[in-house]
């Protein structure tokens, strides 16, 4: 086992990042709480946060550190985990020697009656340095899965030819390319989605109370997944559409984008977008995108009464129109996902057209609904076939093409949506005319 120039820089970035996210959860008390609070949903935020921060410097300055820890994820895994454990195991030893007295303290007499100091003060350090090492240990294998996934996906990218500006390259002899614009897309999608994230932590929960998990952060973190897929495809749909515009001009592009149906997908993804924003603005931000920002971005918190005002409500009748129009999202999504992959079916085709037809009359139904309280049975009727004819046929495009795994989330995406749509669907008044 050799100590290299990279294990080290992993050992020092996994540590600053452990150590980080302990004192923004304040991870103090006995083993057994600081076990339970190093899994919760906050601690495993934080810690991808700034491993997805790590990689994004290391695509924008390619600094020497950087670049050591990039070349070390090829050696085998095994001897790098035993290089940073070893690299960890020095750094706790020293903190366990130094600040004895105060491991003792929270440590000590949990379980054991124990009236003897040094056996006391003996156990609290095994129990801290145990915890180190479960924690760190947890760090090094997601930011190892993380950091791989996402070399690899770069990779791809480059295969491809795709670079994070591929979609503002004019290249007049080129042919059509439902790919450019792609890492564009992805990079400002995640970006908004930790932000989004970030502030709802702040939003959920007061200083001292920042290691406590609430349902209603729960419902931010849907919503924003929701938000993140709709972005991300929402900006694929315009950037993707830049390129093929620059490169083949006006009119070519307006018929080839109208055979191949993609032109209709393009505009319905950006009004979908346009209405889950709207939703999102109005229900989730209370109108108030301004403040909402700075605590996304600044290091402030709200104060305990604003939190209060802040609980976002999913039992009333604005939650049947974010399911319904989530659900145009989700469907969308796969349809831009077979566009990206270049991928023909008859299912996609139906699929394209149930969206196309359907958002529009969705949209006119929703403001009938609202305008009068109630909504017609025949409309009701339409949404629901619909709803039946995309189901259906997201399902089987997907199992033709054997994506289990994106099988797998639309079920949890669709039961999730589902559970809250017919919890609120008494908000549904049917009326004959």
Known sequence: MVIGLGSICVGVVLLFIDFYSETQIKNYGSIIERLVYLINIKSLFNILKLIFL???????????????????????????????????????IFITLYNSKSISRQFGNYY????????????????????RLVSFSLVFFLFIFVFRSLKNLE??????????????VVNTGSVDNYNKGVYFSLILTVFIFFIFNNAFLKRESTFFEYRIIRWSFLKYFFISVVLAIGLFFGFFSIFNGIYNLLNIGFSEWVNKENVLGVLPIRISSILILFYLMSYIYKEVLNKSLFSFLIIAILPVRNDI???????????????LFFCQISFYVVNLALAEMFIIYGHQSIYLSILNFSILFIIDDFKLIDDYTRRFGSILKFHFLRLTIFNLIMISTSITVLITYSFYWHLTIYFLLLIILGFYYFKNLHYYRLSYY
């Open 54 to 92: 790590l990689y994004a410097l290391l695509l924008l300055f390619d600094a020497p550190p950087l670049d050591y820890i990039n070349k070390s994820l090829d050696v085998p895994l095994i001897g790098l985990y035993l290089n940073g454990i070893l690299i960890a195991g020095f750094i706790s």
């Open 112 to 131: 054991l009656n124990i009236n003897f100091s040094k056996i006391n003060t003996l156990f609290s350090n095994l129990q801290y340095l145990t915890y």
């Open 155 to 168: 990779i791809s990218f480059k295969i491809r030819d795709l670079g994070i500006f591929d979609w503002i």
């Open 305 to 319: 009464e604003n939190n209060v005002q802040s609980v976002i409500n999913l039992n009333n009748s604005e939650t």
